[in-house]
């Protein structure tokens, strides 16, 4: 049968949640030796548990796993560990406060005399295996001050460093610049080359076709499939993932920008370490159009969302809405004067999630008159509007009475959509509104964005997804360090590699090209 | 179908619990117990039945201890459930008796007027006295749970200091102020028992916090806050604000609870420690899992208890140390999470397969 020519095998897997949660039913999975295998899914389709399960963060209700042929229980990371298994997560477990050396042995510290770490092996160690996979690294910075593709790449060797022969790769790419992630392939090819096996976890197409020889796609918790990369389309394998065609354009009419409704002035602000992630910012939104933000993480994006709808305060400039001020107002004043967010943080921010859809659903909107009669809610018209919610969005769920918890990453973001949309907002702040979430989610609330910008609505998009602000954005600003970089009036005419050498600081527009993104005086 | 056998499963497990914490008291109870026999059915049986007939004076001081306890696990449910650990419940009960019962001595009003009176202004000292670690939670941004866990101690030392110099009845023995004017007294509910009015007021503030909790915009907002601040400041909620009145709520509640006690069980105010009903209230919140509906029955539940343990020791001579071992124990059971955790994940697991056939059949019944 040639056993030996796999180094995973996972069969027969079936994982149910303790909440009754289905992530995986009878899935086999199978990688051969020295490729690089994409495990393709949209969100909710159960990757991330079945590499979970391979990694021994959970363990699977049914099924087995074996590694070279061998049966293995998989009980804990550590035991995942010791048989050549490593993963690099897609949110970083690292630590910003250490160095890079200090990262790559934390918990396998050389020592000095059996009890102090020995800095200098630390560095020793970083520096050969850099060297020896072509992975550049600067094993004394701190982390917290290395760009996010380094970070990357720490995490890579961390899992090296700690014998890993077979590496999960779990979408690697979603926080990386155009640049970095064509670095990051050169180098995932080199590993590929020294006899390395890579799982490769994305929804990104393009990338999957670039780099990978083989796929398994996944849909609703069962396997579509194993293909060879080179014999299918991206057509096909977007129908595979989600068992229709799907139009990844979004077409829309031109925008006939009004009067300006955001308008932000040389908004600066300092963050607690003393960088400046604000160095006077000026823009203004225009009612019926989408101004996209672009650039890389960390430079200032987080920051200005946060000003404009009042969750932090800048140390200098003015934020106003329609004319009135935002800046040091309540949440609930900032939703009245016609605000509304999608924040970046769904699970902090957008939902309660043990609460049901129906509270989420109402959480903005519990004191308004049409659900109160006297001191007592009106349950009826509750339930009508949450209904009525449910079905317009599209939120797929048992009830209005589900946990909202439990629904996967796309229904999730569409109960916060649902709220955020439903409020008649004047200016509609979408902070990576389709991050993570499965194609037919992004596709709908991509939609829905457009439809309520052309219905008058101002939409400020800020969104690492190249391909998402590039799509929706009327016209466009990229923010890099802090500042605004540069200002595209019209997007159309825009091509990746240009943006990419604004969002990376190469270069960086004058004065003036930069000032007419202030429509007002 | 999936509730009902989840339904099951938690009634199996509350069953589960008690059989093995009765087996574990059992082995307690043989260790020190000379009539065992006796013991054990002094603990399950004689607090409702005794001599084969129904015990209908135990029945009535089991109804007449729920009261107190419903009115301060009422309290911690709503303060829980906004994820405020405010454990000041014992003091503030205290301080409601303590007010409550003055203005039962000093200040004479009809009798109608002047229980009402005494328990309102219980349960607003209460409620005033819960703004302490409230305020500096929400202001200075210090835990709540150290406040209040020092306020009580504050508040009983200033009581006793009033009860012993101000107000104490220097003609009697024990220190213990003058008597409640009879206007004052909450009426039994049943002549000559320990039964009175409080109990039906207890029942009323249950509904009255159950439909606060979960039918309107505050108690909306208490309970989002407590899943999710951050959700709640977002979403436009005065997350401050609704801290510091759950706060209160729980004040007001355990306040109130506080005078009728005073009031219905004895004649003069004679506290001279914690009176412990705020302990209870927060194992009472915790069995009813902050749900105020069923905080009776975990009331309901506590009382029965005790008054088990308290015929144990007068009938079997279980010593009082073993009571208290025997009913952390029973608690311990019931309380904990996890307990088959096991079973229940087959459960789900056994639910989760059905519910995919089901799918997988609808599927092919449309294909057809």
Redesign the interface.
Known sequence: MGEQEYVVQMKGITK???????AN?GVDFNVKRGEIHALMGENGAGKSTLMKMLFGLEQP?EGEIFINGKKETLSSPTVAISKGIGMVHQHFMLVPNLTVAENMVLGMEPKQKSLFLDYKKAVEITKEYAQKYNLQVDPDAKLRDIPVGMKQKVEILKALVRGAKILILDEPTAVLTTQETEELFKELVQLKEQGYTLIFISHKLNEIKQITDRMTIMRGGKSMGVYNTADVSKEEISRLMVGRDVILTVEKEKAVPEEVVLKVRDLEYTNEWNKKMLDKISFDVRKGEILGVAGVEGNGQRELVDML?S?NTPDGGAVTVNGASVLHK???A??DLGVS?I?EDRM????????TIE?NL???R??SKR??KG???D?KAMHEDSDQLIVDYKVLCKSRKQQVGMLSGGNIQKVVVAREFSCNPVLIIADQPTRGIDVGATEFIRKKLVELSRAGAAVLLVSADLNEVMELSDSLIIMCNGKIAAYFEDTSKLDDTVMGEYMLGLKQQDEEEVRRVQHEA | MKHKRKFMFEMIRGLAAIVIAIAVAFVLILLSSDSPGTALECLLIRPVFSGGSLNVKSIWAILGRMTPIIFTGLGVCVMFSANQFNLAGEGTTMLGGFIGGLIAIYIPMSAGLHPAVCILAGAVVGGLAMLIPAIIKVKLNASEMVCSLMLNYVIMYIILHFLNNTFADRSKGATQTYPFLETAKVTKLIPGTELTWGFLAALAATAVIA?FMF???WG??I??IG??E?????????VGAVIIASQVIGGVLSGMGGAIEALGRYSTFLWKELPGYGWTGMTVAILAKNNPIMVPFAALFIAYLNRGCELMSIYAGVPSEMIDIIQAVIFLFFAAEQFM?KT??KI??K???E??REKQLAAEGGNV
């Open positions: 149910v949640y303790p909440n009754g949660v289905a039913q209700t709808f969750l309540s949440q609930r900032v939703r967010l924040p902090t921010f957008g939902i309660a999630g043990t609460g509270e109402m959480s903005d519990v004191a659900y109160n001191p007592l809610f349950m | 439909v039918r309107t915009r909306y907002a309970r989002m899943i999710n951050s959700f709640s400041k977002y979403s436009g909620m005065k955790a229940r994940q789900v697991v639910d989760a397969k519910e995919m």
